[in-house]
Protein backbone atom coordinates (compact mmCIF):
# COMPACT_ATOMS: atom_id res chain seq x y z
CA UNK A 1 0.00 0.00 0.00
CA UNK A 2 2.61 2.36 0.44
CA UNK A 3 6.15 2.33 -1.03
CA UNK A 4 9.14 4.55 -0.18
CA UNK A 5 12.49 5.07 -2.22
CA UNK A 6 15.12 6.88 -0.56
CA UNK A 7 17.07 8.74 -2.32
CA UNK A 8 20.16 10.99 -2.49
CA UNK A 9 17.96 13.55 -4.73
CA UNK A 10 14.81 12.29 -4.61
CA UNK A 11 13.37 15.71 -6.44
CA UNK A 12 15.42 14.73 -9.35
CA UNK A 13 14.09 10.72 -8.75
CA UNK A 14 10.79 12.22 -8.75
CA UNK A 15 11.19 14.77 -11.67
CA UNK A 16 12.40 11.24 -13.88
CA UNK A 17 8.95 9.49 -13.04
CA UNK A 18 5.94 12.86 -13.18
CA UNK A 19 7.76 13.33 -17.03
CA UNK A 20 6.73 9.75 -17.79
CA UNK A 21 3.42 9.85 -16.46
CA UNK A 22 3.02 13.63 -18.07
CA UNK A 23 4.34 12.44 -21.45
CA UNK A 24 2.30 8.94 -21.39
CA UNK A 25 -1.20 10.20 -22.19
CA UNK A 26 -3.39 13.07 -24.05
CA UNK A 27 -4.07 15.00 -22.12
CA UNK A 28 -2.12 14.44 -18.64
CA UNK A 29 -3.22 15.83 -15.18
CA UNK A 30 -1.52 16.56 -12.51
CA UNK A 31 -2.41 18.01 -9.07
CA UNK A 32 0.72 20.51 -7.15
CA UNK A 33 1.31 21.11 -3.73
CA UNK A 34 3.02 23.84 -2.47
CA UNK A 35 5.17 24.79 0.33
CA UNK A 36 8.92 24.72 -0.03
CA UNK A 37 10.24 21.23 -0.90
CA UNK A 38 8.43 20.88 -4.37
CA UNK A 39 10.39 23.76 -5.57
CA UNK A 40 13.12 22.18 -7.00
CA UNK A 41 11.12 19.22 -8.44
CA UNK A 42 9.38 22.05 -10.29
CA UNK A 43 12.09 23.89 -11.56
CA UNK A 44 13.70 20.42 -12.64
CA UNK A 45 10.54 19.82 -15.21
CA UNK A 46 10.41 23.08 -16.39
CA UNK A 47 14.38 22.70 -17.29
CA UNK A 48 15.90 19.52 -17.34
CA UNK A 49 13.37 17.81 -18.37
CA UNK A 50 11.10 20.26 -19.91
CA UNK A 51 11.48 18.55 -23.86
CA UNK A 52 10.99 15.21 -22.43
CA UNK A 53 7.21 16.64 -21.45
CA UNK A 54 4.63 17.75 -24.24
CA UNK A 55 3.71 20.67 -22.23
CA UNK A 56 0.89 21.27 -24.60
CA UNK A 57 -0.73 18.29 -23.78
CA UNK A 58 -0.64 18.94 -19.64
CA UNK A 59 -2.91 20.69 -17.38
CA UNK A 60 -1.66 21.53 -14.29
CA UNK A 61 -4.36 21.92 -10.85
CA UNK A 62 -3.25 23.00 -7.37
CA UNK A 63 -3.70 20.65 -4.20
CA UNK A 64 -4.10 23.26 -1.74
CA UNK A 65 -3.91 27.10 -1.58
CA UNK A 66 -3.30 29.84 1.36
CA UNK A 67 -5.68 32.59 2.46
CA UNK A 68 -3.43 35.32 0.40
CA UNK A 69 -3.68 37.21 -3.00
CA UNK A 70 -2.19 35.84 -5.23
CA UNK A 71 1.25 37.30 -5.16
CA UNK A 72 1.81 37.29 -1.88
CA UNK A 73 5.44 35.35 -1.01
CA UNK A 74 2.92 32.96 0.58
CA UNK A 75 0.64 31.86 -2.62
CA UNK A 76 1.72 28.41 -3.43
CA UNK A 77 0.22 29.57 -7.19
CA UNK A 78 2.96 31.85 -7.07
CA UNK A 79 5.89 29.62 -6.68
CA UNK A 80 4.56 27.07 -8.94
CA UNK A 81 3.82 29.96 -11.45
CA UNK A 82 7.37 31.38 -11.27
CA UNK A 83 9.41 28.07 -11.18
CA UNK A 84 7.26 25.85 -13.70
CA UNK A 85 3.73 27.45 -15.40
CA UNK A 86 5.98 30.53 -16.98
CA UNK A 87 8.68 28.58 -18.08
CA UNK A 88 7.01 26.18 -20.16
CA UNK A 89 5.22 26.57 -23.36
CA UNK A 90 1.24 25.80 -23.90
CA UNK A 91 0.59 24.20 -20.75
CA UNK A 92 -2.88 24.68 -18.66
CA UNK A 93 -2.83 26.11 -15.82
CA UNK A 94 -6.06 25.61 -13.15
CA UNK A 95 -5.23 27.84 -10.22
CA UNK A 96 -7.12 27.63 -7.03
CA UNK A 97 -9.66 31.16 -6.70
CA UNK A 98 -7.73 33.19 -4.48
CA UNK A 99 -9.21 34.89 -0.96
CA UNK A 100 -12.47 34.03 -2.64
CA UNK A 101 -15.46 32.93 -0.34
CA UNK A 102 -16.82 30.58 -3.23
CA UNK A 103 -13.18 29.18 -4.17
CA UNK A 104 -14.00 25.51 -3.04
CA UNK A 105 -17.26 25.08 -5.01
CA UNK A 106 -15.78 27.04 -8.00
CA UNK A 107 -12.63 25.63 -8.18
CA UNK A 108 -15.02 21.74 -7.82
CA UNK A 109 -16.67 22.94 -10.89
CA UNK A 110 -13.07 22.92 -12.56
CA UNK A 111 -12.18 20.16 -11.36
CA UNK A 112 -15.93 18.52 -12.68
CA UNK A 113 -15.53 20.08 -16.10
CA UNK A 114 -11.52 19.66 -16.71
CA UNK A 115 -10.85 15.68 -15.76
CA UNK A 116 -12.53 12.45 -16.57
CA UNK A 117 -14.96 10.80 -13.85
CA UNK A 118 -14.71 7.03 -12.38
CA UNK A 119 -17.82 5.15 -12.15
CA UNK A 120 -18.72 7.21 -8.55
CA UNK A 121 -18.63 10.60 -11.04
CA UNK A 122 -15.23 11.73 -8.64
CA UNK A 123 -13.02 13.37 -10.85
CA UNK A 124 -9.69 11.22 -11.63
CA UNK A 125 -6.03 13.14 -11.91
CA UNK A 126 -3.24 11.25 -13.33
CA UNK A 127 -0.99 12.40 -10.69
CA UNK A 128 -1.37 14.09 -7.07
CA UNK A 129 2.07 15.02 -5.91
CA UNK A 130 2.05 15.49 -1.92
CA UNK A 131 4.13 16.92 0.69
CA UNK A 132 3.87 16.50 4.18
CA UNK A 133 4.30 19.03 7.46
CA UNK A 134 6.40 17.93 10.41
CA UNK A 135 2.74 17.61 12.07
CA UNK A 136 1.80 14.80 9.74
CA UNK A 137 -0.31 16.96 7.62
CA UNK A 138 -0.65 16.68 3.98
CA UNK A 139 -1.98 18.66 1.36
CA UNK A 140 -4.20 21.45 3.58
CA UNK A 141 -5.94 18.53 5.43
CA UNK A 142 -4.29 19.51 9.16
CA UNK A 143 -4.42 17.41 12.18
CA UNK A 144 -8.05 18.08 14.13
CA UNK A 145 -9.86 19.89 10.97
CA UNK A 146 -12.99 19.84 9.57
CA UNK A 147 -11.72 18.55 6.38
CA UNK A 148 -10.45 15.47 7.52
CA UNK A 149 -14.25 13.93 7.92
CA UNK A 150 -15.46 15.57 4.24
CA UNK A 151 -16.42 12.39 1.91
CA UNK A 152 -18.89 14.51 -0.05
CA UNK A 153 -17.00 17.79 -1.30
CA UNK A 154 -14.27 17.68 -3.89
CA UNK A 155 -12.43 20.70 -2.38
CA UNK A 156 -13.11 22.64 0.54
CA UNK A 157 -11.83 25.86 2.54
CA UNK A 158 -10.59 24.52 5.69
CA UNK A 159 -10.50 26.01 8.85
CA UNK A 160 -7.00 25.81 10.23
CA UNK A 161 -6.89 27.17 14.07
CA UNK A 162 -3.43 25.85 14.56
CA UNK A 163 -1.91 28.30 11.92
CA UNK A 164 -5.19 30.95 12.87
CA UNK A 165 -5.66 31.02 9.21
CA UNK A 166 -8.32 28.92 6.65
CA UNK A 167 -6.49 26.92 3.63
CA UNK A 168 -8.39 26.03 0.37
CA UNK A 169 -7.33 22.24 0.22
CA UNK A 170 -8.22 19.23 -2.22
CA UNK A 171 -10.21 16.59 0.47
CA UNK A 172 -9.69 12.81 0.53
CA UNK A 173 -12.14 11.21 -2.02
CA UNK A 174 -10.44 12.96 -4.92
CA UNK A 175 -7.02 12.41 -3.25
CA UNK A 176 -7.94 8.48 -3.47
CA UNK A 177 -9.61 8.83 -6.85
CA UNK A 178 -5.95 9.72 -8.56
CA UNK A 179 -4.16 7.49 -10.57
CA UNK A 180 -1.47 7.75 -8.52
CA UNK A 181 -0.61 9.68 -5.54
CA UNK A 182 3.24 10.54 -4.77
CA UNK A 183 5.15 11.81 -1.84
CA UNK A 184 8.27 14.21 -1.64
CA UNK A 185 9.70 14.48 1.80
CA UNK A 186 13.01 16.01 2.62
CA UNK A 187 15.16 17.01 5.75
CA UNK A 188 15.62 15.86 9.40
CA UNK A 189 12.60 17.07 10.72
CA UNK A 190 10.43 14.93 8.83
CA UNK A 191 11.97 11.45 9.79
CA UNK A 192 9.78 11.04 13.13
CA UNK A 193 6.40 12.25 11.60
CA UNK A 194 7.13 10.41 8.34
CA UNK A 195 7.81 6.98 10.45
CA UNK A 196 4.58 7.52 12.02
CA UNK A 197 2.92 7.90 8.63
CA UNK A 198 4.08 5.28 7.30
CA UNK A 199 2.23 3.51 10.13
CA UNK A 200 -0.78 5.09 8.91
CA UNK A 201 -0.59 7.80 11.53
CA UNK A 202 -1.78 11.33 10.92
CA UNK A 203 -3.32 13.25 7.89
CA UNK A 204 -0.86 12.00 5.40
CA UNK A 205 -0.93 8.25 6.79
CA UNK A 206 -4.67 8.22 5.50
CA UNK A 207 -3.61 8.78 1.83
CA UNK A 208 -3.21 4.76 0.39
CA UNK A 209 -1.82 3.56 -2.00
CA UNK A 210 0.81 5.81 -2.03
CA UNK A 211 4.92 5.99 -2.90
CA UNK A 212 7.02 8.30 -1.21
CA UNK A 213 10.46 10.02 -2.41
CA UNK A 214 12.21 10.75 0.32
CA UNK A 215 16.07 11.85 1.38
CA UNK A 216 18.03 10.33 3.58
CA UNK A 217 17.86 12.56 6.39
CA UNK A 218 13.83 12.07 6.25
CA UNK A 219 14.12 8.37 5.48
CA UNK A 220 15.86 7.26 8.52
CA UNK A 221 12.66 6.52 10.41
CA UNK A 222 12.28 2.51 11.44
CA UNK A 223 9.48 2.03 8.82
CA UNK A 224 11.29 3.82 5.43
CA UNK A 225 13.55 2.22 3.31
C1 LIG B 1 1.38 24.03 1.69
C2 LIG B 1 1.30 22.65 1.16
C3 LIG B 1 1.57 21.61 2.18
C4 LIG B 1 3.00 21.15 2.07
C5 LIG B 1 3.55 20.76 3.41
C6 LIG B 1 5.06 20.54 3.37
O1 LIG B 1 0.60 24.86 1.32
O2 LIG B 1 2.25 24.25 2.53
O3 LIG B 1 0.88 22.38 -0.05
O4 LIG B 1 0.73 20.55 2.25
O5 LIG B 1 3.11 20.10 1.17
O6 LIG B 1 3.28 21.78 4.32
O7 LIG B 1 5.65 21.78 3.14
P1 LIG B 1 7.20 21.99 3.08
O8 LIG B 1 7.66 21.36 1.82
O9 LIG B 1 7.38 23.48 3.05
O10 LIG B 1 7.78 21.34 4.29
Same mark, same amino acid.
Request: hydrophobic fraction near 40%.
Given at each position: ??????????????????? !???????????????????????????? !????????????? +?????????????????????????? *????????????????????????? *????????????????????????????????????????? *?????????????????????????????????????????????? !??? +????????????????????????
Amino acid at each position: MRTVHVHEDPAQELAVRVA !EVLASGNPTSVALSGGSTPRRLYRLLAT !EYRDRIPWDRVSL +FQVDERWVEPDDPDSNWRMIREELVD *RVPGVTAHPVPHRDPRAAERYEETL *RSALPRNDAGIPVFDLVLLGMGADGHTASLFPGTAALEERD *RLVVVNEVPQLDTRRITLTYPVIEAARRRWFLVAGPDKAEPLARVL !EGE +FPAGRVVPAEFYVDPAAGTGPSAG
